[in-house]
């Protein structure tokens, strides 16, 4: 771990440190805000003005945090990533095949919560390299989750099995996506579809060369 | 074989079929030369400029087909597109088991021909709804070819089979786009990968509820 401590800045005050978390805080508590207004009226129509009435500050105060409206969008795009990725990691004490499950279930439900957001957003990341950025860090991020509940760091997975992640994390996206429309099979199967395509496809012989970790038999 | 012969142009009211047949053979052909611009130049390099002067004909007659230089993009997608889906559509005499594993190797063969493109269209078509359609009438073709494979037509499938289907096209999507970066690993053992992941995943009993069709054992 960093050593924070001698990082304090020493140019202006001792305070300094305080006034960055104060800061930190005041971000945060306009993200979560806006967070729940997307939910609302959809990403599209967030803007600092929404912001600003629900939080009861000026329009200028918004804009201090978040210079555009494009940046306020952005930002509660990778705020919701990270409180996927935190919903994603869980108890470490289970089995990474347990693990596996309880991601998929979690990443269902977080998509769940607002489906309308995730469709538009996902859909069209595309047109935003701000937002093709939040997803590829955030597809990072599930790849550093399963090589940590198989026992490895992100960047020693064989390049089959990095691939086979990658290509499970496309299709459980494009998996739920479709799903979304309509929901055409239960819930708990298609869990257990997306659960079973990991076991699979992490245990292939391409990926792991023989070392079926993820394999419950 | 198309008679090139009925295509000659005639300007007199009972040749009106032909003249459409000639609008569409020059479109073609205009088509056609944008499309091997795209492989040296790129997409976005693409327009009624480089391919006025590479056919010898005027900018006016270019924009006289492609109104503008997007037109023209999109248009050379979606014919590149209907190129892909043609190159899939292999040999009806072979099994279902066959015509995946040739589809699959047709498809990295089409993606070889010029990665660029592929890459930039790919993590880009979000930016263009005109593009993000043809993304995904290609997607239903695929669906439509596999369905035709196992002796189904397309809206006869499951809905387990068909997000099965769907999930597949994303997977091989995301692992043709990942194993460029590098190739990290031999082609031919990728293509063995992408076959073997439509086996399970069009055989799993989410999919098929026990019809196993596509499974060779």
Redesign the interface.
């Known amino acids: 771990m960093v050593n924070y401590a001698v990082r304090v800045p020493s140019v202006t005050s001792v305070a300094a440190p305080g006034r960055r978390l104060a800061r930190e805080a005041r971000r945060l508590q306009l993200l979560d805000l806006a967070v729940g207004i997307v939910s609302d009226v959809g990403l599209d129509k967030l803007s600092a003005e929404t912001v600003s009435r629900a939080a009861g500050v000026s329009k200028a105060l918004v804009f201090h945090y978040f210079p555009s409206n494009r940046d306020l969008q952005v930002a509660v795009v990778r705020e919701a990533a990270q409180n996927l990725l935190a919903s994603l990691d869980v108890d470490p004490s289970k089995t990474p095949d347990e693990r596996l499950r309880a991601g998929v279930d979690a990443f269902i439900d977080f998509i769940e919560a607002d489906p309308t957001t995730y469709q538009s957003v996902a ?6 390299p701000a937002l ?1 950025e939040v997803f590829e860090e955030t597809r990072h991020g599930v790849v550093a989750l399963i090589a940590a509940a198989i026992g490895l760091r992100e960047g020693e997975l064989p ?2 099995l ?3 992640v ?10 739920v996506l ?2 979304l429309d309509g929901e ?2 239960p819930r708990a ?2 869990v ?2 997306l659960h ?2 990991a076991q ?2 992490f245990a ?1 012989p ?2 792991l060369k023989g070392i079926a970790i993820l394999n419950p038999d």
Chains 1, 2 share one sequence.
């Open positions: 859909r069209g990341a595309g047109s935003d093709l390049p089959g990095r691939l086979a990658r290509s499970w994390i496309a299709l459980v996206e494009e998996s479709h799903w055409p099979v199967e298609l257990e579809f079973r395509a699979h496809l292939d391409f990926a």
